[in-house]
């Protein structure tokens, strides 16, 4: 069975049918050629009265690491989810200069039954790979990954840092050219978070568009190369970590994203 999309969402990696910029008047998400970046423009979503996103824009560019930066509730998970089609949004436009997501976002989505070998080989069959250009691929990604060793092991007995690899391994496994990670750090060791931030540097440096939600100060400021601050499901700033800084006038950058969200969370309490 190979992957299908929303029936809202058109696959984006197929030429749009109805004009050069657009591929359905009622989707949010948009192919075009004219950024080479993702691109999110005043995204919207309610559940009932909550509304977790509101105005939310930024933009992602290739060849970088995209860091959304927030305190839990702020928006962050929605916001990866409706980027990659998981969800539909209230309103607003999410634009592509590339076709292929890989998303990993808030579970880490394996077969406990199957091994890695196998849980790659499903995923892979679904983006429409096979044959030997599957079996190939399937080898690339166990070894880049460092799971060569275990992959005929079942994921049931995997640690939680040897689950999190496989999981990378499912969104990695169709090459795809834009990456959304949503705390992908979470129960992993030391070492493994060093793997992966050398995985992730790899990959921008080829060129990928990779999008990082994470609520630890550390993590973002040493991996993202465009950090955007989100509280209370709004953008309240973006830059580096230092022009964050420099614009807060704080000594880091754990001050800078204190004074940046704390105004925003009062004014959401008072409401």
């Not at 030391?190 to 790899?202: D, E, G, H, N, W």
């Not at 754990?254 to 969200?261: I, N, P, Q, R």
Request: hydrophobic share 40%.
């Amino acid at each position: 069975m190979r992957f299908q999309y929303p029936r809202w969402l058109l696959p984006i990696s197929t030429p749009p049918p109805i004009g050069p910029f657009e591929t359905c008047k009622k989707s949010a998400r948009l192919w075009t050629a004219t950024v080479e970046m993702i691109e999110v423009q005043n995204l919207h979503k309610h559940y009932g009265r909550v509304e977790a996103v509101k105005s939310l824009s930024f933009r992602a560019p290739n060849g970088a690491i995209t860091g959304l930066l927030g305190p839990n509730g702020a928006g962050k998970t929605t916001a990866l989810r409706m980027i990659s089609g998981v969800l539909k949004p209230d309103s607003g436009r999410i634009q592509f200069d590339r076709p292929e997501i890989g998303a990993l976002l808030d579970h880490i989505g394996l077969y406990a039954r199957l091994t890695a070998r196998e849980n790659l080989e499903y995923f892979g069959e679904l983006r429409g790979i096979s044959g030997a250009q599957l079996r190939t691929r399937v080898d690339q990604v166990l070894h880049a990954l460092g799971l060569a060793n275990n992959a005929d092991r079942r994921t049931a007995g995997f640690s939680q840092g040897e689950r999190m690899k496989t999981a990378l391994g499912r969104i990695l496994i169709h090459s795809p050219q834009n990456l959304l990670l949503d705390e992908p750090t979470n129960g992993l060791d030391i070492p493994t978070v060093r793997s992966l931030r050398t995985l992730l540097r790899q990959l921008r440096n080829d060129g990928a568009c990779v999008v990082y939600s994470s609520h630890v100060l550390d993590e973002v400021r040493m991996l993202c190369d465009h950090i955007v601050v989100v509280a209370g499901g709004r953008v309240v700033a973006q830059g580096s970590a230092e022009e964050l800084c420099r614009e807060t006038a704080s000594d880091s950058l754990e001050d800078a994203f204190v004074k940046l969200t704390s105004g925003q969370e009062a004014l959401e309490c008072s409401r």
